[in-house]
């Protein structure tokens, strides 16, 4: 604790923004490269394994009928889910005038642009033909052949599409300002690419006026998606008729969920990035504090959902329902449906103690916790829907694969991956959003 | 040319354009045709159709081959044949693989001085082996000729050959011959044969042990017959050790020895009866009580056997006592069947066969199409008799043989059979070989010295048949499949000799573990294990794939530990295996059933080291009794080895789990009136599908299916279906379009009395299909028709569609499917061969509807009820399943969803699909 009210006392002005931040650009370290190539290693094995799929067919994972998502749509649902806390953080967040986002926000929207970047991967990866995949576009050809609009799955190309689009202007135009000031401070090319980036950034009144106002009417349009991009997930699922499946809690459900993963992930992402860049004053105990309270709130709402669940498969007195929770509870993956529950319900309730939200190896735990949970939570939904279903000869336990787990290890290494380059390219926080919350500087402070 | 018939068109084949036809057939084509100039009676894309005779199993079910472009794709039932009257079995259906199978024999093989087979040209294999014949023929009765059941031009050639080799030694070896069922008759009736059993005219059938729905001596036929005799209102019981198919479809299953269940039953039909009084005398020490028959049961069903007309049917290996047998004529001789139901009018070509052989005293051996050296292995290898074996594939036979001669497959053969006297089934080649074989009547005609072909061999032996002009009698015989003849009824009677001491065994008490070994429904006797089809369709009974396992009884595993899959070792005093323990509550305590035909050494990549071969355990010696092989009743030691049984079971769960998916009902005098229907309202938020002019639908009768699996092997025939192997299997890749779901029961746990329920799960063609709106790029549609369809080339591979299937009958190309060259020849050319990523289904065979629509088209008129058979529904030897359109309100597909008996799988999820079923009855 001392070291953290240490720090506190070191006094945020606009020099010391400029300097620190602008630090986190400097050339990196070896542990940096070491880091980036043991990364790199990884997600390349995760391509290789999709290699050999794509010669081999789709078999050589451990997919199978009836079971035909396992671990491919388990990721995709996975990633999606972390790319929510960006959204909500910089939009949801800005527009309710939530101060303690400013110095997280950046991060957290590299994890959504960088965690819808992954998922989109797994679509694809998991589609038998994916050299056909464009299929899934409306666009004009003779055949006059459209996609099925009554399908989720043509509905989550848009949800996810649209997604990324919204998250990448939000992402871009909200570092404007600060990539304004990188490339004050960069000579060469690197100047005339930031220079690019920053779209002319003069730091205008009358570009201040325009910048906030946009500012704004992004988040406003963000804000939305939120709640449409994992709901429209949920309905892959909802809209079946599977047992498990097709129920009206999911989209709220989906959301709370998916929300819980991204604020664990962004935790993740951020706690160790504060340490090495030194960047304590600005990312303060405060506010990773904030963020699991915010957990403990997602997690009684998974939790409530959860219990819904399974108190509607017994009062519905739906032989199909009643079987298939009953199965969840004590069956093949009973294992992963308590540690699910552990993992998202239990584990950020511990967050109501003060202490517990202010240590700092107990929110990585936890955060580590929900991560694992969510994961398995979509692993149950998925794959006990589908192997214990209507018709008991199909019943089926679903094994995962070399390939599958292969792929997932390369998909977490693609993303820290992709964060890691960005953490040394851009300003990890907003400098310009925490100016904002500064008093004015004065001539006086200049010089203290 | 102006008038071609099939003859002068197997002549064109042959001979008029064979070079342009050998470079084109034996070799994989270039072009999709494989003709330049086409005889003038092949149209591209129309196909052709030749009668012939299945010769998979001794049964002579009359076939049709359908040839497409010069190669057979498919083997259908004969409609006009007396045997089996259109349906086939899955063995049947496998006779493609057969012939297109890739481990066949492709030259001829001698014995080199090294001591191995080695390649030879025809010649020199010819020369060898009529060279070895000189030899042997010095010395009278040294040449054995072998084959396995034969009667008909092949059987009068065999004479003429041993003949001409200074030899009187005939051997026609089955392993399956039903020696103690014939050894019976010859005590009982002095007819030394099997019987003609009237199914169709029976309406209380009694099964002892047998499996006249599986392999028992003419199982399509008699699946036929049952069938008709249930639909009058039948009922059956199985009375034995183990719940076989045959039992598991019967409407009662009574445990116990079928042998002594039999005499308790004669014992209470005779009970005061002067007539038989001896009978009764022998039948005095088998109370109920000793055979493990309850009073009442024992009573009703003396009632049931004076009131109907009866039949009882004896063992056939899983009952292979002389004592069970003569229990069993005893029984239909007091309940008046003989000369009724149970008749002697036709011999059969089994007659005559023997499950040993002795093959001592011989130099030389030849065994034309037989594998005896699988069952019984050669005993002294060095001192035995030359072997000169006739085969088309490699075998164990073909192994231990000098000079192996390839022969063609009987779909590329002239031949003839005569399974029941009378019943003259001809075979004609439906193809060009397909490799540089020959004809094994050829060959023999060579051998003997004789000259001519063999086809002229037995037109010569058909002129007797023909009262008037031979020619157009011949062309009346290729078309229709044969020649039948009719029987004179011929009466037998019970010799009256004592059979008491025959009896005696029966009243025997053993101790341990009695072993009972049974004829595969898959492959027989071992025959059929070269086929993939076969090893991949799973048994019905224990959903096993591509092994062999010893079933036991839930109360022994637990005394022995056993789980289902661990491995168990079998020994006996003839030999020990290992293979996959099934724990099975059809099987009574202190019994292991095994089945044959698997674990063969030389058979082919699809047989080699699958399971185990249950021969081993048997002594292949005459049984004093019967005089052939005991196949079941001698004791086995059993014990666990370890959990690495390495068991393929298909069945996700045994159980229906209340789901209603295979249903039954009690019917008959007490039982339960059947629940009220209620009629749910079809309620859906989009408009109702227009269907028309036709809305196709199926109708599957649960009463009349018997599980045996025909279905299974047309869909894999008729829609290119892969085959994915053991370990995919394993994985749940399968891809069969149909499946059999087997179920244990009654209701949510196995108890008395035990029940097994069966029912066909196929794509169910949904109205409401959940399939069709989940799939983003309408590969999945709903046809005007009311079909499911499905694009393959359209399809993305998302498997949403198969997901939100609930019936689950969606395939997932995994891989590419590859079929070894030349089974690719078997692919049906009307249906499109599927690419990996693509989801497939079964599709009511589409290709079938538009053909069948286009013949209307073409004749100018309506389609008619009955002009189209999907795959399935065609090979259906029980005519379980009816296909048409329900548009039509007098089309028998509408009249049966009327019947009260319909109903619909899953019905309550509103998915309105067009296949419905037909409960199946328990008579009680």
Redesign the interface.
Known sequence: MSRETGVDRYTLNYSNIDVDLVRTMQPAGKLYYTVLVILAAIAGWGGYAWSVQLR????VA????????GFYITTFVFWVGIAHSGTLISAVLFLFRVRWRSPIYRSAEAVTVFAVMTAGLF?LI?????W??Y??MPYPQMGG?F??F?????WD?FAISTYLTVSVLFFVTGMAPDLAIVRDRTVGWRNKVYGLLAQGWQGTDRQWKHYTAAYVFLAALATPLVISVHSIVSW?FA????PGWHTAIFPPYFVAGAIHSGLAMVLLIVIPMRRIFNLQPYITGEHLANMSKMLIFTGLILGYAYGIEFFIAWYSNN??ER?LFFYRAFGDYAWALWLLVACNVLGPSLFVFRRVRHSIPAIVAISVFVNVGMFFERFVIIVTS?GH????????VYVPRWPEVSILAGSFAWFFLLFLIFAKLFPVVSMWEVKEQLPLPRKEDTHA | MSETNRRDFVKILGIGSAAGLAGCTRTAPDTLTPYVVPPEEMVRGHALWYRATCRECPAGCGIEARVREGRVHKVEGNPEHPVNGGGLCSRGQAAVQGLYNPDRLRTPLVRGAGGALQPASWQEALDAASALLAKARGRKDAIGFMTGASAGALDDLAADCLKAWNSARRIRYEPVAYDSVRAANALCFDRPGLPVLRFAEARAIYVFGADPLETYVSPAGYTRGITEARRAGARMVFFGSRLSLTGARADEWVAGEPGRLAMALVRELTAGDARFAAIRKWAEPFTPERAGLKPEVAQKLVREIRANAFLAVAGGVAASDLADAIAVNLLNHVAGAINKTVRFDRASSLDTVSSVFDASGLDALLVVDANPFYTAPPKAAAGGPKIVALSSYPTETTAAADIVLPIHTPLESWGDYEPWAGIHSLQQPAMLPVFETRDAGDVLLKLSGASGEYRDYIRARWKKFASADFESFWKDALKRGGHWEDAPAREVRLTGADLSAQLKPLLENASGYMLQTYASLAHFDGRGANRPWLQEMPDPLTQVVWDSWAEVNPDDARKLGVKTGDRVRLRTPQGQLQLAAYVYPGILPGTVAVPLGQGHTNFGRYANGVGVNAAALVAQAPDPAAGGVRWSGGRVEIERVDANGGLVVI???D?????G?ARSRLTGAGAPAAAEKREEPELSIYPEHEHKPYRWAMAIDLDACTGCGACIAACYAENNVPVVGKE?AA???EMSWI?L???FGPGETVSAPFQVDLTL?LCQQCDGA?CE??????AAYHTQEGLNGQIYN???????C???C???T???????AEWAAPLDWQLNPDVTAR?????EKCTFCVQRIVEAKDRARREARPLADGDIAPACAQSCPAAAIVFGNVNDPASRIARLQANDRRYR??EE?NTRPAVSYLERERRI
């Not at chain 1, 451990?62 to 998502?69: A, E, K, N, Q, S």
């Not at chain 1, 279903?389 to 089926?396: G, H, N, R, V």
């Not at chain 2, 159980?655 to 789901?659: A, F, P, T, Y």
């Open positions: 081999l067919g789709l078999g451990g997919i199978t009928w009836p079971v035909g998502w679509p998991h589609m038998g033909r994916p056909v995949a299929w899934l052949l996609p099925n009554r399908s989720p799955l043509v190309v892959d809209m079946s008729i599977i032989v199909y079987s589908l279903s209507f018709d008991p000869f199909t019943w089926k | 069945s996700g769960h159980l229906q789990e209340s789901r998916i995919e994985r749940g890749r499946r779901e087997r179920f799960m959940p709106p989940v799939c983003p790029v309408f359209r399809c993305v591979g998302t498997r949403y198969s997901n939100n609930p019936y689950k969606r395939r997932f190309n995994w891989f590419q690419t990996r990523g693509v989801m799988a899953l999820l």
